[in-house]
């Protein structure tokens, strides 16, 4: 396995590459966990090298985030990457990628002005600006993102199809904690007894996707109030930045419940901002 840093390196590696393997991505900003070795499997099973990028980009955190104290374990990560089957980490230095003249960025409309769009703005703008350029660094034939961080993925999708990268997005399935839990790097932050009440989300999410099989329940207000109650049963000090059920494709509101309706949401939990999402149907 390669360990690279710079990105004229990992570009002239994978113009070398490219000419007769195919190259799977697995953007990350470190501090892996099963979730990610998941996606680093999903990649591997679909192409014939895989690249593992590791850079928390600093330009997707907003001012009052916690970029400075995100957590870190890089020698831990290659060697998790290694077993995983990953054949390439390249963890590109800050200075390099945005140089201090640095003056471009890739902007998404529409679908990025909601939910996390609308709760952290910027957050997006930074997301795609530092895909794009490691679509640009590592030429891909496919990358892979988790479905935890659904809406990203979505704009991630739509800004490969305005802009005609030649990549396939590959979207892979959340994976969770025994509790149901989503697998997340920020997990870390929690103690085993506020752990259990960070589980409320899942709760949450399943109780409403039961009330909508089971109970032909398809108001969205009504799961939304339910939710609520749920959470704040389970965590009292739970505060919910937003409960969305919106379509799958587009991200927009809906009132009713179809077979295409997915629910997202964001809670802090202990002061820890946590996100996830079920299909409702």
Same mark, same amino acid.
């Given at each position: 396995?390669?360990?690279?840093?710079?990105? /004229?390196?990992?570009?002239?590696? +994978?113009?070398?590459?490219?000419?007769?393997?195919?190259?799977?991505?697995?953007?990350?900003?470190?501090?892996?966990?099963?979730?990610?070795? !998941?996606?680093?499997?999903?990649?591997?099973?679909? $192409?014939?090298?895989?690249?593992?990028?590791?850079?928390?980009?600093?330009?997707?955190?907003?001012?009052?985030?916690?970029?400075?104290?995100?957590?870190?374990? @890089? *020698? &831990?990560?290659?060697?998790?990457? *290694?077993?995983?089957?990953?054949?390439?980490?390249?963890?590109?230095?800050?200075?390099?990628?945005?140089? !201090?003249?640095?003056?471009?960025?890739?902007?998404?409309?529409?679908?990025?002005?909601?939910?996390? &769009?609308?709760?952290?703005?910027?957050?997006?703008? &930074?997301?795609?600006?530092?895909?794009?350029k490691l679509f640009n660094i590592v030429r891909p034939d496919l990358a892979v993102f988790g479905q935890k961080d659904y809406q990203q993925a979505a704009v991630i999708k739509r800004m490969v199809k305005d802009l005609d990268f030649p990549i396939k997005i590959?979207?892979?399935?959340?994976?969770?904690?025994? $509790?149901?839990?989503?697998?997340?790097?920020?997990? /870390?932050?929690?103690?085993?007894?506020?752990?259990?009440?960070?589980?409320?989300?899942?709760? +949450?999410?399943?109780?409403?996707?039961?009330?909508?099989?089971?109970?032909?329940?398809?108001?969205?207000? *009504?799961?939304?109030? @339910?939710?609520?109650?749920?959470?704040?049963?389970?965590?009292?000090?739970?505060?919910?930045?937003?409960?969305?059920?919106?379509?799958?494709?587009?991200?927009?509101?809906? *009132?009713?419940?179809?077979?295409?309706?997915?629910?997202?949401? +964001?809670?802090?939990?202990?002061?820890?901002?946590?996100?996830?999402?079920?299909?409702?149907?």
């Amino acid at each position: 396995m390669q360990i690279i840093r710079s990105v /004229k390196k990992m570009q002239k590696l +994978a113009r070398e590459l490219s000419r007769r393997k195919t190259i799977g991505l697995v953007p990350t900003m470190g501090y892996l966990h099963e979730g990610h070795l !998941s996606l680093i499997k999903k990649a591997k099973a679909q $192409s014939d090298i895989v690249v593992v990028s590791i850079f928390v980009n600093p330009l997707q955190f907003g001012p009052k985030e916690d970029l400075t104290k995100y957590p870190r374990d @890089e *020698k &831990g990560d290659i060697a998790r990457i *290694k077993k995983a089957g990953g054949d390439i980490v390249f963890i590109p230095r800050r200075e390099e990628l945005y140089d !201090s003249e640095f003056q471009t960025y890739v902007e998404v409309e529409n679908i990025t002005e909601t939910l996390e &769009g609308e709760s952290r703005p910027g957050h997006f703008r &930074g997301v795609t600006t530092v895909v794009a350029k490691l679509f640009n660094i590592v030429r891909p034939d496919l990358a892979v993102f988790g479905q935890k961080d659904y809406q990203q993925a979505a704009v991630i999708k739509r800004m490969v199809k305005d802009l005609d990268f030649p990549i396939k997005i590959v979207v892979a399935p959340t994976v969770r904690e025994k $509790s149901g839990l989503a697998m997340s790097s920020r997990n /870390k932050y929690f103690t085993p007894e506020q752990k259990k009440e960070a589980v409320c989300l899942y709760v +949450a999410l399943v109780m409403a996707k039961n009330m909508v099989r089971k109970e032909r329940i398809r108001d969205t207000s *009504k799961l939304t109030a @339910e939710m609520k109650r749920v959470i704040g049963e389970i965590c009292p000090t739970a505060e919910i930045d937003y409960i969305a059920f919106t379509d799958f494709d587009r991200l927009r509101p809906v *009132k009713s419940v179809d077979k295409n309706t997915i629910c997202s949401m +964001a809670v802090r939990v202990h002061g820890v901002r946590l996100i996830d999402n079920m299909m409702m149907r």
